[in-house]
């Protein structure tokens, strides 16, 4: 496989040094790609720099994730308006562990040669002093070389409406020479010769080849993937409750898969190549498939599925999909039993959640009273209005509807403590029997 090649028909290619071609014929190269540990976990916007590595890998050459233990101490002004606050070394050390389990799951790390490794830049920095990396490191470029790039002057002077940015702190200004340095170091220590990111670290990236040139008059390449956004342009990866996560704590896998299902059209169609290792004519059938059926949602149902299972599992991935049958009216009270609480508890998490007491819910004489009385008015406003829609078989608890409006309470409770209520078509309430 062609690397280049690859990723450019992927759409993930947006640029790489000269020269860059020509050392990927040459044989196996060792290239690496940087993730600073500023969470436990890696989100989406991150996935897209994974799956570089993951096709540097299967193009026969070897990756190494470098998780910036040293470098999260600092903080990357690079797409930043602010400085960020900085995390202690317990945090950072917890962020790394967490990061470096999610890595595993993409990379092969026994694969003979090519084999993935992960490195953590604090075990070469922390022994540095700051002399010495003013003396061996600071000394071969210059402020103005700098100042040029463009995550410092955005930074430093005014935006395009007028508006200044808050500065740049010199912690800041040095994370292009630290991170250069890694791949100095990298370069001599790994043999690494290319390094790889997004399209806004090109900066930071081709600072590293110019100090092998400079300090070691050696050779090294830069390569960067686009960033990837929304239709708007909006930084994809973000939901209206901040980042899509990998880690199930931080995003359920139903939330997850949510996400992908509803993409639109166009974004599902661009994505499917990034986030998929789908070969082109397996998507190029997809495409054409979902072009003849759009409202069949092809394209977002293979992308979902795919990394749904890449990231969690196949279990949650079958889990996920139940879920969502429930909210379009298809699933039984057999797959509402079969859902997890936090997935049960993800899945009706934008209805209105309703407490009752388990003696006064054990109380109630008929089901018209649970649907008024008993959950306070906030699914009925009076028994009569429940009698009502019952009457028009509009009322179903956990899936079944109910049939008459004396109907005694004896329902069975999902996960010994919760009804999932259905007034109408599109009303759901949660119901929690404490």
């Given at each position: 496989m062609n690397?280049?090649?690859?990723?450019?028909?992927?759409?993930?290619?947006?640029?790489?040094?000269?020269?860059?071609?020509?050392?990927?014929?040459?044989?196996?190269?060792?290239?690496?790609?940087?993730?600073?540990?500023?969470?436990?976990?890696?989100?989406?916007?991150?996935?897209?720099?994974?799956?570089?590595?993951?096709?540097l890998q299967r193009a026969g050459h070897k990756p190494i994730a470098l998780v910036g233990g040293a470098t999260g101490m600092i903080g990357d002004p690079s797409g930043?308006?602010?400085?960020?606050?900085?995390?202690?070394?317990?945090?950072?050390?917890?962020?790394?562990?967490?990061?470096?389990?999610?890595?595993?799951?993409?990379?092969d790390f026994n694969s003979g040669e090519n084999s993935a490794e992960i490195v953590n830049n604090y075990d070469w920095f922390k022994e540095f002093s700051f002399l010495?990396?003013?003396?061996?490191?600071g000394k071969h470029l210059t402020v103005n070389y700098m100042m040029a790039k463009d995550s410092v002057k955005k930074r430093i002077s005014a935006d395009e409406e007028g508006n200044r940015a808050e500065g740049l702190s010199y912690t800041e200004f040095t994370y292009q020479l630290i991170q250069g340095y890694d791949f100095y170091h990298l370069y001599k220590n790994k043999n690494v010769r290319l390094q790889?990111?997004?399209?806004?670290?090109?900066?930071?990236?081709t600072t590293g080849t110019e100090l092998i040139r400079r300090i070691d008059d050696g050779k090294a390449f830069a390569l960067v993937g686009k960033l990837v956004t929304k239709a708007d342009g909006t930084k994809f990866g973000k939901s209206e409750g901040g980042n899509v996560w990998l880690d199930p704590s931080f995003?359920?896998?139903?939330?997850?898969?949510?996400?992908?299902?509803?993409?639109?059209?166009e974004e599902a169609e661009k994505l499917i190549k990034v986030y998929t290792l789908l070969p082109q004519d397996d998507i190029e059938r997809l495409t054409e498939e979902h072009k003849q059926a759009p409202h069949l949602r092809i394209l977002q149902k293979a992308l979902a599925k795919d990394v749904t299972i890449r990231v969690h599992s196949e279990e949650d991935y079958k889990s996920a999909v139940?879920?969502?049958?429930?909210?379009?009216?298809?699933?039984?009270?057999?797959?509402?039993?079969g859902l997890k609480e936090d997935v049960l508890l993800s899945v009706f998490?934008?209805?209105?959640?309703?407490?009752?007491?388990?003696?006064?819910?054990?109380?109630?004489?008929?089901?018209?009273d649970l649907l008024s009385e008993v959950t306070g008015g906030q699914i009925f406003d009076s028994k009569g209005e429940a009698k009502r829609m019952i009457k028009n078989g509009g009322v179903s608890i956990n899936r079944q509807k109910i049939q008459g409006t004396e109907e005694p309470v004896n329902y069975e409770l999902l996960q010994e403590k919760y009804l999932v209520v259905q007034k109408g078509k599109k009303n759901y309430y949660l119901v929690s029997i404490k």
């Open positions: 690397l280049i090649e690859e990723l450019r028909w992927r759409g993930m290619l947006h640029d790489f040094m000269p020269g860059t071609e020509e050392q990927l014929a040459s044989g196996m190269t060792t290239g690496y790609i940087g993730f600073d540990p500023t969470a436990s976990s890696l989100h989406i916007g991150n996935l897209a720099t994974i799956m570089l590595l993951v096709h930043k308006s602010a400085e960020r606050n900085l995390l202690d070394e317990a945090t950072l050390q917890a962020n790394q562990a967490g990061i470096r389990k999610q890595l595993e799951k993409f990379l010495g990396f003013l003396r061996e490191v790889m990111g997004a399209s806004d670290q090109w900066g930071n990236i995003t359920s896998p139903y939330k997850f898969y949510q996400f992908w299902l509803n993409l639109s059209d139940d879920a969502s049958e429930i909210l379009f009216g298809k699933g039984d009270l057999e797959t509402l039993k998490e934008g209805v209105p959640h309703i407490e009752v007491n388990r003696s006064t819910y054990e109380g109630a004489a008929t089901v018209s």
